[in-house]
């Protein structure tokens, strides 16, 4: 018997959605491996979830802020490309093509992990939290050991690293475990993983970065917890608060750092690598200055070498200096719509758990990566979804 119009649909309907949910199990389980093996892994693997997903793309209701913003914002970004002093020489380092194709791509993922269906829900949930758990584990045997397994793995292929190399490796892989265990740590919860999981996740990432010497990785932890606390106390005032200081942090971070310069603040007498830091943030102050309004264009900060290399390491000043006061406003509007979506009139600890993994992000892009590198934009987009699983309202319901 031939099938109904409707009764297709559904079926069909009904196989995305299964086809969708086991991407996001499968995304979870290889997400420990790779912050591990190869952090730069997450961008295609993103990708190719996002093509899987790409059947549950929706923007209603509360999302279709954010959609305007981020789709406004590749466009002025892709438009920037006709005044930007850098023009990409191969086809692989052109980031405008890369942006267009991330943020559809990348949307998907969120929006199947929002309607995903309930059991790969929990199951996406459980296989995040204890894989991330068992990589607090290893992270803690690396930082005892200088990275000890990570060099007899790549002695054992055929490709071996000197111990330095590898403790820098490894600890790029901890960026990654600082950014999702707050959320995998409360989704794992929700989907009825025990809560001590959320022990090795935590200490994992400070050991390492105390041992490895990562001073942002190590103010992570911390952040998460203050801000993670602020919104389980505060449910409905803090995510607002904490939303507009992002908001305003990128909007007004040329501001601040023009005060700290009138005051005194400079990179002498710092350690090197902040050092240096500093220097590149200084001298992106003054290139703002020539072109606040419109900005360089897009990839702008790689034409300033020696002065900056590669990026400013500071995701609102690169905002500044290569999008303007356009891209920082967008930035900012993004930012504020992510914490105001965490408003609760009841106390929430996959809210606050959330808002732990957003600050962290914040952190690493104000002082670590470059905003445009494919793997942390890909990394905030496994963040985002996670976060979209484990606020999902069927998460703790019974099989």
Not at 150 to 166: H, K, M, V
């Amino acid at each position: 018997m031939a099938l109904s119009p409707a009764a297709a649909t559904a079926r069909l309907g009904g196989a995305l959605r299964r086809v969708e949910g086991w991407a996001l199990v499968v995304g979870a389980g290889l997400t420990p491996l790779l912050a591990w093996l190869g952090p730069l892994g997450f961008a295609p693997l993103l990708g190719l979830m996002g093509l899987l997903c790409l059947g549950a793309v929706r923007a209603g209701g509360r999302e279709w802020p954010l959609a305007l913003i981020l789709v406004l914002a590749v466009v002025w970004a892709v438009l920037s490309l006709a005044w930007s002093p850098h023009h990409p020489g191969r086809l692989e380092d052109n980031t405008a093509l890369k942006l267009a194709l991330q943020a559809p791509l990348y949307w998907a993922v969120w929006c199947a992990a929002r309607r995903a269906d309930p059991d790969l829900r929990r199951r996406a949930l459980r296989v995040l939290a204890w894989g991330l758990a068992a990589y607090g584990v290893l992270l803690t045997v690396e930082a005892l050991t200088g990275a000890a397994l990570y060099q007899a793995l790549r002695a054992a292929i055929g490709d071996p690293i000197r111990p330095d190399l590898a403790q820098k490796n490894v600890a790029q892989g901890a960026f990654a475990l600082a950014l999702l265990w707050p959320i995998a740590w409360v989704g794992g919860l929700r989907a009825g993983a025990p809560g001590w999981l959320g022990l090795p996740m935590g200490a994992g990432v400070a050991l390492l970065a105390w041992d490895f010497g990562y001073d942002a990785v190590l103010a992570s932890v911390g952040l998460a917890v203050a801000t993670a606390g602020l919104v389980l106390v505060w449910p409905r005032s803090a995510p607002k608060a904490v939303g507009l200081g992002a908001a305003v942090l990128v909007v007004a971070m040329p501001v601040v750092l023009m005060v700290l310069r009138a005051a005194g603040f400079g990179a002498a007498g710092l350690p090197e690598s902040w050092s240096q830091r500093v220097g590149y943030w200084l001298y992106a102050l003054d290139r703002i200055a020539e072109h606040p309004w419109r900005g360089w264009g897009l990839d702008a900060s790689r034409a300033f070498s020696p002065d900056i290399q590669l990026h400013p390491h500071n995701g609102p000043l690169q905002l500044w200096l290569e999008l303007g006061l356009v891209g920082a406003v967008a930035g900012g509007l993004a930012w504020a719509f992510v914490f105001r979506r965490l408003v609760r009139d009841e106390r929430s600890v996959v809210a606050a758990g959330i808002a732990g993994s957003g600050a962290v992000y914040l952190l690493f892009g104000a002082v670590s990566f470059g905003i445009w590198q494919e793997w942390w934009l890909a990394l905030g987009a496994l963040a985002a979804s996670a976060a979209a699983l484990a606020d999902g309202e069927d998460v703790a319901a019974t099989t």
